[in-house]
C-alpha cells in the first residue's frame, strides 16, 4: 500500500529555516499531486502548499513567499523548504498525496518556532 514518510520537522527560533521532506512508496501507478497540510492546536488545519505532477504549484498567503515546494518524480519526494518562519507556522505538518484519485497522508512531523 501507499506510504508516505516524512522528516526533517524540529524546533527553530523565529527567522530560521527548516526543510521538509517526504518519501512515497508502494506506488503501482502515476503519483499526482502532492503537498502539505498542516494542523496548529485550536486552530482548523489547512492546506500549506501543493504541487501537481507536472511541476504547478500552490501556496497559502501567509507563507508565499518564505516556503518553497519541490518534487522529485524519480523519487517520489517531494520537500517543502520553510525559510522566515514564524511561530505561527507551529503545527503539525502532514504531507499528502493523491494516487489514482485517492489521497494518503503521513503520520505527521512537527515543527515548533520558538525563541
Known amino acids: 500500500q501507499v506510504q508516505l514518510v516524512e522528516s526533517g520537522g524540529g524546533l527553530v527560533q523565529p527567522g530560521g529555516s527548516l526543510r521538509l521532506s517526504c518519501a512515497a512508496s508502494?506506488?503501482?501507478?502515476?503519483?499526482?499531486?502532492m503537498g502539505w497540510y498542516r494542523q496548529a492546536p485550536g486552530k482548523q488545519g489547512e492546506l500549506v502548499a501543493q504541487?501537481?505532477?507536472?511541476?504547478?504549484?500552490y501556496y497559502v498567503g501567509s507563507v508565499k513567499g518564505r516556503f518553497t515546494l519541490s518534487r522529485d518524480n524519480a523519487k517520489n519526494t517531494v520537500s517543502l523548504q520553510m525559510n522566515s518562519l514564524k511561530p505561527e507556522d507551529t503545527a503539525v505538518y502532514y504531507c499528502?498525496?493523491?494516487?489514482?484519485?485517492?489521497?494518503?497522508w503521513g503520520q505527521g512531523t512537527q515543527v515548533t518556532v520558538s525563541s
Open positions: 504541487i501537481s505532477s507536472s511541476g504547478t504549484t
Open positions: 508502494g506506488i503501482s501507478s502515476s503519483l499526482g499531486t
Open positions: 499528502t498525496a493523491s494516487v489514482t484519485g485517492a489521497t494518503f
